[in-house]
């Protein structure tokens, strides 16, 4: 069974208040939008996941929760990873090749540069930048996370608000 990995960046949110750190920012109306978009297009699409993996960061855990609502995906299936929000194109890769190969479609929700980075190294395919809530969707042809590396993937689908 081929293996599908949906990269995510997390819908728009509101600037940085006084006293307030970068991880504590939430989603705006508009990203609280996109983020039900997101989660309305995919239930169109039949998508199921299982899995959804999120950075710590407030706006990245709104935004999976919002997008798990929509799809009606159980609450043991989201799933915080901490090292999502300070990763770089390698950390991200080493979380994805420490998935269990049971979860066969899998989503991740992260932040730029590094989500648009990896997605334009994932396949052969020009991606380039993501918006906010834009997610794109790839298919690898084994069947073990393990194996992810660059230029593996299909892109099968990219869709921004």
Same mark, same amino acid.
């Not at 069974?1 to 960046?9: C, D, G, S, V």
């Not at 509101?14 to 307030?20: A, E, G, H, T």
């Not at 935004?63 to 799809?71: D, E, G, P, S, V």
């Given at each position: 069974?081929?293996?599908?990995?949906?990269?995510?960046?997390h819908?728009?949110a509101?600037?940085?208040?006084?006293?307030?750190t970068?991880?504590?920012?939430q989603?705006?109306?508009?990203?609280?939008?996109?983020?039900?978009?997101?989660?309305?297009? %995919?239930?169109?699409?039949?998508?199921?996941?299982?899995?959804?993996? =999120? &950075?710590? #960061?407030?706006? +990245?855990?709104q !935004?999976?929760?919002?997008?798990?609502?929509?799809?009606e995906?159980?609450?043991?299936?989201?799933?915080?990873?901490?090292?999502i929000?300070?990763?770089?194109?390698?950390?991200?890769?080493?979380?994805?090749?420490?998935?269990?190969?049971?979860?066969?479609?899998?989503?991740?929700v992260?932040?730029?540069?590094?989500?648009?980075? %990896?997605?334009?190294?994932l396949?052969?395919?020009?991606?380039?930048? =993501? &918006?906010? #809530?834009t997610? +794109?969707?790839? !298919?690898?042809?084994?069947?073990?996370?393990?194996?992810?590396?660059?230029?593996?993937?299909?892109?099968?689908f990219?869709?921004?608000?």
């Open positions: 069974m081929p293996l599908i990995l949906y990269l995510l960046r819908a728009d509101l600037d940085k208040s006084n006293n307030q970068d991880l504590e920012r989603l705006s109306v508009r990203g609280t939008k996109e983020a039900e978009g997101v989660g309305n297009f %995919l239930k169109e699409k039949k998508i199921y996941l299982n899995r959804l993996l =999120f &950075s710590h #960061a407030v706006r +990245a855990h !935004t999976a929760q919002i997008i798990a609502n929509k799809i995906l159980p609450v043991d299936k989201l799933q915080l990873n901490q090292s929000y300070h990763s770089n194109m390698d950390g991200i890769i080493h979380v994805i090749r420490e998935l269990s190969n049971v979860d066969s479609q899998v989503a991740l992260g932040h730029n540069p590094t989500i648009s980075t %990896l997605a334009n190294a396949s052969n395919e020009a991606i380039g930048y =993501f &918006s906010t #809530a997610i +794109a969707c790839f !298919t690898f042809k084994f069947n073990e996370w393990s194996n992810i590396k660059f230029k593996a993937g299909d892109l099968t990219i869709k921004s608000p």
